[in-house]
Structures are given as structure tokens and as C-alpha cells.
């Protein structure tokens, strides 16, 4: 195993308590295209941000243009090699909980246990309602948006409905905010895979760990603004890497 591997390997095995914090790059491998990466969901469209979504109709039809077109591409969709490491390490305990920027929802589908997976930008795959929070399956309000073009409002309150994701200038979910700040701080290991850690609050967390003295490694293709923190940034595909150094549990 090549040296840097092995210090990951390492780094895993000393702690007793990690936290694994992901980011889109974990979810490429499974054909999903990351967000600033040459080619990525930015250098495609703008996003929406959230007080266009809802002041106006037309950013509102265009959110949903795109969630019902799949241009995130996240719908179908599968966990990768990556994914499955992930949701070993936590299977033997070794990490508590997934911290993740992703809202594909591959944690859970790689059998991460939903209440270990903790959704700073929400979830992509339901709607719910702005008003009064009511949930609603997409595969209804595709019908009626693709059929007769309707914008989905809230079937009990007619409020405004929007997939369950935050948008840029959305406020953040609190609980999962004070559940990932109170993991941050507990964990002896902060393990970031696949992200850019420039959007904040999100990208704080890593700081955070560090400051309160665990370790931070961080597995990206790219540099970071972190890794001059890190005590490990590995620049690598995670799929390959993590199979290599998480080998399969036994079953
Ligand atoms: N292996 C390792 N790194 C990868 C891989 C891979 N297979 N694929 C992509 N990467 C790296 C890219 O080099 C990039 O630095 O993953 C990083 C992904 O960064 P971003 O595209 O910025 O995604 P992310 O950090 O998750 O963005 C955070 O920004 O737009 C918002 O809400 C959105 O949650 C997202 C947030």
C-alpha cells in the first residue's frame, strides 16, 4: 500500500470516533457531476436562488423544469465503491456519523442507517410544502407540472411547494446544524471526502474539528483551502482509494 495510503489506513485506525464529511465529489463516480469541477452543475446553469424562487413564477418554473429534466442527474442514480466504504466504516462503528453536503440521498441507499446521515442542503428526492411542511412525493407533482403545466402549490394549504433542498439564501436546517456542530466536536477524526469546502456554513465544520484538536484528513481531487490544516490531503479518486484502504468488512 502506497505511504499515504497507509497513513489514512493509520489515521482510521487510531480513532475511536469519526466523522465522515462529504461533498459531491464522493457522488461523480456514480455519474452525478459535481458542482464546480470543469463542467459541473455551475458552469451549466445559475442557480436559483431562494427569494427568486419565491417571488417569482417563472424561477419557480424553472426549478422545477430542472428537477423534472434530471439535469442534476442524480435521479437513477447509484451508490458507488465509495459510498459503500463509507457506510463499512460506520457499519463497524468507526465513524458515527455522515456529515454530507449531498442531497442524492446515496448514503442511505449505500445502507448508512438515516439517522446517521446528517443533510446540511437537505434531500433531493421528496418536496415539501414552504408553508405548512407537508411532504410530497415528485412523481405526483411531475404529473401535473409535465401535464398541465402546473407549478406545484400545497394540497391541504396551497402554499408554495419546492424540493426539499436548501437554495443558495435559504436559511439552514437548524437540527441538522446543531447535530453536525455537536459530532464536529466529538469526533477525534474529521474525514472530508469530495468537496470544493468553499460554501459556507458547511465548509466550517472541518476548521471547527481541527480547532478542537481532532484530526483532519481530506481526500479531494482538487486542493482545498484546508489542506495546509490538514494532517492528511490525499489529491485522488475516493471510489479507488477508499476501496483500497477501507477492504471490505466481512460481510
Ligand atoms: N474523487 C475525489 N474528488 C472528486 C471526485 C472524485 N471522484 N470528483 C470530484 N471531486 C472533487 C472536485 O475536484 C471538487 O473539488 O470534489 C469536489 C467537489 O466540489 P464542489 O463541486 O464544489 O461540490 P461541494 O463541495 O459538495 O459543493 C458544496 O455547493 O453549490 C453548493 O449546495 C451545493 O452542496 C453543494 C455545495
Known sequence: MPAAHERLAVLLSQSRRAVIFTGAGISTESGIPDFRSPGGVWSRMKPIYFDEFIAKEEQRREAWRRVFANSSGWVGAKPNEGHHAVARLVAAGKAVSVITQNV????????????????????????????????????????????????????ECGGLVKTATVSFGQAMPSEAMRRAEAETLACDLFLVLGSSLVVFPAAGFPRRAKENGAKLAIVNREPTPLDGHADLALHEEIGPLLSAVVPAFPA
Open 104 to 155: 442524492d440521498n446515496l448514503h442511505q441507499e449505500s445502507g448508512v442507517p438515516p439517522e446517521q446521515v446528517i443533510e446540511l442542503h437537505g434531500n433531493a428526492s421528496y418536496a415539501t410544502c414552504l408553508a405548512c411542511g407537508l411532504r410530497h412525493e415528485l412523481e405526483a407533482l411531475k404529473q401535473s407540472f409535465l401535464g398541465r403545466d402546473m407549478i406545484p402549490l400545497c394540497r
